[in-house]
């Protein structure tokens, strides 16, 4: 079965931090750019960070830059979110997708039109 599970997520202060992670089974994740997106209530989907398939490559939002790092580790078939510094705005739906696009940050920090895979969520709430 072809699956991509995140998890992970929490609730957390503001300030805090979470590591999300993104496992894959079914197929090789390193063949793939893997991205995170996150969904806030009555928001649409949004891009937050790619990184590309061997790892060189990272893109970011400008609303995450510096607080969030994306990482993988191919041997795992593992993606992951570390997230520091959140506050109530990071709350969210986190998706980690597997992209056949590369990771490139324009004209979308993700691009969403490449994804193959998605995960169902892992929910973030930010709140003291």
């Known amino acids: 079965q072809l699956q991509l599970v995140e998890s992970g997520g929490g609730l957390v202060q503001p300030g805090g931090s979470l590591r999300l992670s993104c496992a894959a089974s079914g197929f090789g994740l390193d063949y793939y750019t893997i991205g995170w997106f996150r969904q806030a209530p009555g928001k649409e989907r949004e891009g937050v960070s790619c990184?590309?398939?061997?790892?060189?490559?990272?893109n970011y939002a400008d609303s995450v830059k510096g607080r969030f790092t994306i990482s993988r580790d191919n041997a795992k078939n593992t993606g992951y979110l570390q997230m520091n510094s959140l506050g109530p705005e990071d709350t969210a739906v986190y998706y980690c997708?597997?992209?056949?696009?590369?990771?490139?940050?324009?004209?979308?920090?993700?691009?969403?039109?490449?994804?193959?895979?998605w995960g169902k969520g892992t929910l973030v709430t930010v709140s003291s």
């Open positions: 997708a597997a992209v056949f696009r590369r990771c490139t940050g324009v004209p979308d920090i993700v691009p969403i039109d490449g994804v193959r895979y």
């Open positions: 990184i590309s398939s061997s790892g060189d490559s990272t």
